[in-house]
């Protein structure tokens, strides 16, 4: 099945609790890639990762719509927005590259064959320095950009959460390539893409 | 096109949002523009790069605490609304067996919000007790459908109209 996901929320819903265990699992990458990039630490991440599913938990009857990631997303958005109204700071990370070597994502990335050699190399060691650039960014922008690349959420979707038309999600999306553009323009010299 | 409306259509393209004949138009434009395609190469660089930072895994002291929420939350609920019953029926139907039977499966679920949109509140709670009944009722009608039956229709129209249908329950 397309959506395994579907199959555990009706159970979920009939009252088997543990394919509560599978959905949080199956979601816990793009929904904590996004919560921990929105918030002050991985503690205060935790949190919300935790309060998201206490309220999905709390809701799930209400839940009608054809993709759950994104009605997590909005449950997130919600209470990240509510953390920064509260003038909590944004988050900070630490410069230092990490090194988990079976993660490495520059060694993960597909070798294309529009990717000569020296676009590889180029791409190297600009993990952390993506995620440095990222945290600048404004809270509106950051969450249009984790929104598309950790939760593959489409703009519609991303507009929907946001209150605001797909141009002006769009618009955030284009804002915020040309910020990285500008952070990372020493490591990306040889990457047109994010060159205007 | 102009490269600047040429990238907005790549970001919606990659994010599935463009139809078919935009998508043609976008194609032509980056057989033609390098300075495109390396936009698209170089955005699908970074959406990978982006997504390979490894994540913790869940934390099995709060995984149990969710479980155990779970399991008080659900201790307390009732059984799900029709309309909800419905609704993950739909969600989790192989759609490609199925996709024929669709239509009349959505006549079936019009015809079922029909008859709640007719009926008074209290026939409504009274429905609710008689999810299954009515769930296996419609799963029977789609069984008895033949391919010819149904000409048109796809799992979007049915979701639609399974979102209809809570609308009017709710
Ligand atoms: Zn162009």
Redesign the pocket.
């Known amino acids: 099945m397309d959506h395994p996901e579907r199959k555990w929320i009706a159970e979920y819903r009939k009252g088997k609790v543990e394919s509560l265990a599978h959905l949080v699992e199956h979601f816990r990458r793009p929904l904590y890639g996004f919560i921990v990039r929105m918030t002050e630490s991985s503690a205060d991440a935790e949190d919300v990762f935790q309060e998201v599913w206490l309220r999905a938990i709390r809701h799930i009857d209400s839940y009608h719509e054809k993709n759950f990631l994104s009605w997590l997303f909005r449950i997130a958005h919600n209470l990240v927005i509510d953390r920064v109204r509260r003038q909590k700071p944004v988050v900070h990370f630490p410069q230092t590259p990490f090194t988990t070597t079976a993660t490495r994502w520059e060694d993960r990335i597909p070798d294309t064959t529009s990717a000569a050699p020296d676009r590889q190399i180029a791409m190297r060691d600009v993990g952390p320095r993506i995620k440095a650039a990222v945290a600048k960014l404004p809270v509106e922008q950051r969450e249009v950009f984790l929104m598309r690349m950790e939760g593959d959420l489409p703009f519609k979707e991303i507009a929907r959460i946001q209150k605001v038309s797909i141009n002006t999600a769009l618009a955030r999306m284009q804002y915020a390539l040309n910020k990285l553009r500008q952070d990372l323009k020493s490591d990306y010299a040889d990457l047109s893409g994010i060159r205007t | 096109m102009k490269?600047e409306q040429?990238k907005l259509k790549i970001l919606r393209a990659d994010a599935g949002e463009l139809g078919s004949w935009q998508t043609r138009v976008l194609e032509r434009?980056l057989g033609a523009?390098a300075?495109?395609r390396h936009y698209r190469a170089d955005l699908r660089q970074l959406a990978e790069a982006t997504r390979m930072e490894p994540q913790p895994a869940v934390d099995a002291f709060a995984m149990r605490m969710l479980l155990g929420e779970a399991q008080r939350v659900s201790a307390q609920r009732g059984v799900p609304s029709l309309g909800t019953r419905l609704f993950d029926f739909f969600q989790t139907l192989e759609i490609p067996a199925l996709r024929p039977a669709l239509a009349t499966a959505a006549v079936v679920a019009v015809l079922v919000g029909g008859a709640l949109l007719v009926r008074q509140p209290s026939m409504l709670t009274a429905w609710n007790d008689d999810v299954d009944q009515q769930i296996e009722r419609l799963q029977d009608s789609l069984a008895a459908l033949s391919a010819d039956d149904l000409p048109h229709a796809n799992a979007n129209d049915l979701e639609n109209i399974a979102c209809e249908l809570l609308e009017v329950e709710g």
Do not use: G
């Open positions: 490269c040429a434009h523009c300075a495109c």
